[in-house]
């Protein structure tokens, strides 16, 4: 709820009566390789109608610390006694569960500490998902300390590849300039465009590709916008942070 670019976005609504976060849920619903389903929010006052929401749609939800994400994500995984964590944001509210399935599949198979899909981007912006297990999440909540790392929560583990070991999949093709997340109204715009545009459900990356071909011009709603505007904020207070630090040492 706390987002400063696009403020409730979790709660605006996509199609009819749905929010975004219902969306995301439904979508990730049809994962069948996920057990449980958890919505991490913060403790803030501003978030119980998030909690609300969650209860009635009969699915587990967590309250943490609103800034220093990555103790939220340690504590819901330490509470909930989970082995795995497959890591999707509200920002996603088109997440792809195919996707998601063969980042599972990836880790599963090949027995990585880390597996994502945007190490290297090919998939478009908004589909992004990670999975890693409650050990590395540990060890990261353990040592991480810069800002970025707290906020973003795996930024220390996608940063120590001599630490961990960790894998990516690609698609055949180079989706990556495409543009699906929800970080400013023109994203809001153009999601509620491509969730209205379909009936079936889940809407996967192939239905929104062919939308685009048929429909060019929806791929200029918000290709001015910058992406990780976020991560780059939270750099910015890893060097105050490091300054700070290397005056007090």
Known sequence: ??????????????NGEQTVLEHVIKQLSFCKSIGKIIVATTNLKQDDVIEELVKKLEIDVFRGDSSDVLD????????????????ITSDCPLIDPEIVEKVIRKYEREKFDYVTNTLIRTFPIGLDAEIFSF????????NAVLPSEREHVTPFIRNRKMDFSIGNIEHEKDFSKIRITLDRKEDYELIKIIVNEFEKRPILL???IKLFENKPELMRINEDIQHDEGMKKSLELDIDFSKKKDRID
Do not use: H
């Open 1 to 14: 709820m706390g987002s400063s670019r696009l403020p409730n976005k979790v709660l605006m609504k996509v």
């Open 206 to 208: 192939q239905d929104i």
């Open 135 to 142: 050990d590395v999440l540990e060890k990261t909540w353990e």
């Open 72 to 87: 939220r994500y340690y504590q819901c995984a330490k509470k909930f006694n989970l082995d795995n964590i497959v890591r």
